[in-house]
């Protein structure tokens, strides 16, 4: 990675304005925190800033707020679990520009960590808006982006306040960088990707990008229909993205052309409705009738999927087999997940849904590396340049050790 790090500069006794990824989920009843692992992926960049004595302004979004103070929303609950993870006590604003938040900025000790308040309560923070950005850089001395999962949004937060003050990458967005990049640089053969989730539209980039350094190419989940149906397969009810029939056949055809082998459903789980209570059986995918849908791969599909991967050595995984919400359709994702959590090779998952799916069943600490960040993972590995990374400082174009 040419970008310069935290490791790069002098943080001793400097504001240091961190832009992390505190999205995390809360419980829709008690609004508990229900998975904290962002705020884990968080803590070696803190860490290190605190130990070198800086002092650590935190901001974030949480949820979707629209530029309203939603209370639900504020960051006090992440700000407390922070602490508890830490170990060290973390101050919350109530604001994340204006007097309150200077008062509080200007009280801090070096090695003190604050979070500001979510900044989405302000329209301004995704309108990129140059004043609110100028005002949040105010704070601080320096910013560090450690937020790779925003890194493909052009908010203020993100890009705006790299216009005042040096830029640099934090650990996790580095980790995240090296790895994904990583893969694609310098992948151990056979490298395999498993794409699911709903669309073929949200992967096609990233698709068309890695053909040719993957040797194998496995399609699962709701966007195998779109692609089963480009070959003239019916799928019933199943959500079918029309518009991408001429793609999924590009692609089929970019594969064979370029020695990819891409494989498809040989059986399916399918069902009349969905629900939690909805009952699934298993066809060949020739069998499919009109009123039925896809909801999850087969068990020929499974032993199939799982008997290739057994070969490879770098895999990267982005998207669920099925409909993973619904227990009895996301038996094809996590027999899977227990597969790669078994492999002796370089597993990669994509963020998101998946990120989630390894998480939930306790199987992350057993993967190479789970990024989190889904879209902008999408981005990167489709070869496109995230606004968030390219603001950053290039290693060796600022000297700071003063």
């Known amino acids: ?7 790069d500069i002098n943080v001793s006794g400097k504001n240091v304005l961190v832009r992390v990824d505190f999205n995390v989920p809360l419980d829709e009843k008690t609004g508990i925190i229900s ?21 650590v302004i935190l901001c974030s979004h949480l949820g979707r707020p629209d530029g309203k103070v939603v209370e639900s929303l504020r960051l006090a609950v992440v700000a407390r679990r922070l602490s508890e993870i830490s170990g060290s006590p973390v101050k919350a604003t109530r604001y994340c520009v204006g007097s309150e938040a200077e008062k509080a900025v200007g009280s801090m000790n070096s090695g003190d960590m604050l979070l500001l308040e979510n900044l989405r309560f302000h329209l301004d923070e995704e309108a990129n808006d140059a004043d609110f950005s100028r005002t949040l ?10 937020a790779f999962g925003t ?19 934090g650990l996790l967005m580095e980790k995240e960088l090296e790895y994904l990049g990583g893969i694609l640089e310098h992948p151990t053969h056979p490298f395999a990707a498993l794409v699911g ?28 229909a779109t692609f ?47 629900g939690p ?30 008997d290739e991967l057994r070969n490879c050595k770098t895999v990267f ?31 990669v998952i994509g963020g998101g849904s998946t990120a989630d799916v390894v998480t939930n069943i306790g199987l992350a600490n057993k993967m190479t590396f789970v990024s989190t960040g889904g879209g902008a993972s999408l981005r990167l590995l489709g070869g496109q340049k995230l606004p968030g990374v390219e603001v950053l400082l290039d290693k060796g174009s600022l000297a700071t050790n003063g």
């Open 1 to 7: 990675m040419n970008k310069m790090t935290v490791r």
């Open 35 to 55: 998975d904290d692992s962002r705020i884990r992926a968080a803590l070696p960049t803190i860490k290190y800033l605190t130990d070198g004595e800086a002092k």
């Open 137 to 146: 850089a105010g704070l601080a001395d320096i910013y560090v982006n450690d």
């Open 151 to 169: 890194a493909h949004r052009k908010h203020a937060s993100i890009i705006g306040v790299a216009e005042y003050l040096p830029a640099v990458a």
């Open 197 to 224: 989730g709903a669309k073929v539209s949200d992967k096609v980039a990233m698709l068309e990008n890695i053909m040719g350094k993957v040797d194998l190419v496995l399609v699962g989940g709701g966007m195998s």
């Open 228 to 274: 089963l149906k480009a070959k003239s397969c019916q799928v019933g009810m199943s959500l079918v993205e029309e518009d991408r029939l001429e793609t999924a056949t590009h692609l089929m055809e970019q594969a064979a052309d370029k020695g990819v082998r891409l494989l498809l459903p040989v059986d399916v789980v399918v069902t009349t409705e969905i």
């Open 277 to 306: 209570k909805a009952e699934g059986e298993t066809l060949a995918v020739e069998h499919i009738l009109p009123h039925q849908r896809i909801v999850d791969i087969g068990r020929q599909t499974v032993e199939n999927f799982s």
């Open 317 to 347: 995984w982005n998207g669920p087999m099925g409909i993973n919400e619904i227990p009895q359709f996301a038996q094809g994702t996590h027999v899977i997940a227990r597969l790669l959590a078994q492999l002796e090779a370089t597993t």
